[in-house]
């Protein structure tokens, strides 16, 4: 059983900067791919970013490549979501993911979720 929880959440002003975490237990996560999600009130939950399981491979969203970055720390079993030059289009509740498969994690079948954290950039 994996379990996820986001922190870093807030409010900051348009062009600002956030960082999420996300603390991951369970036996399996230093082999699972990690990725972000987000939703905005409504709208669909979209991908955001993922990276592999030895964190040699990333991939982002079109909306935020060059802003946001995605890494982990397989030995503390935290994922991060670096955000940069924050618009406020970025502003929803970010989910962090994790499943086995590159696929189920970028089309957002992951097989595990947490509960979500609101990030709310200002303009």
């Known amino acids: 059983q994996v379990q996820l929880v986001e922190t870093g959440g807030g409010l900051v002003q348009a062009g600002g900067s956030l960082r999420l975490s996300c603390a991951a237990s369970g036996n399996t996560i230093s082999s699972s791919v990690m990725g972000w999600f987000r939703q905005a009130p409504g709208k669909e939950r979209e991908f955001v970013s993922a990276?592999?399981?030895?964190?040699?491979?990333?991939y982002y969203a079109d909306s935020v490549k060059g802003r946001f970055t995605i890494s982990r720390d397989n030995a503390k079993k935290m994922v991060y979501l670096q955000m940069d030059s924050l618009k406020p289009e970025d502003t929803a509740v970010y989910y962090c993911a994790a499943d086995q498969s590159v696929w189920a994690v970028r089309t957002g079948s992951a097989r595990y979720w947490g509960q979500g954290a609101q990030v709310t950039v200002a303009s």
């Open positions: 990276i592999s399981w030895s964190g040699g491979s990333t």
